[in-house]
Nanobody
């Protein structure tokens, strides 16, 4: 089973940028798709973006298209989420998770990291 550790969260002003990292271990990175999800207080967890480690295909939620970019470095077993033009509504705990293949269905992700807090101030 793959283990995931997120990092890179923090406090940033609206309009700023952050890059989140998701480091994977314990299994071949090429066998998984990695998704980024977020959960704001009082809200359900929602999908942000996902990437296939095998072919690099990606998906983005409409709310982040054009502002967030997901990428992977298979040599480092790490997936990144570059976030630009951050808005207050991007404030949430961000999680990465692994699934057998790329999908936007949260139920298909069976390995999760512990999360990293992103707070966007006005």
């Amino acid at each position: 089973e793959v283990q995931l550790v997120e990092s890179g969260g923090g406090l940033v002003q609206a309009g700023g940028s952050l890059r989140l990292s998701c480091a994977a271990s314990g299994a071949s990175f090429d066998d998984y798709a990695i998704g980024w999800f977020r959960q704001a207080p009082g809200k359900e967890r929602e999908g942000v973006s996902c990437i296939s480690s095998s072919d690099g295909s990606t998906h983005y939620a409409d709310s982040v298209k054009g502002r967030f970019t997901i990428s992977s470095d298979n040599a480092k077993n790490t997936v990144y989420l570059q976030m630009k033009s951050l808005k207050r509504e991007d404030t949430a705990v961000y999680y990465c998770a692994a699934a057998p293949s790329i999908t936007r269905m949260i139920s298909e992700y069976d390995s999760w990291g512990q999360g990293t807090q992103v707070t966007v101030s006005s």
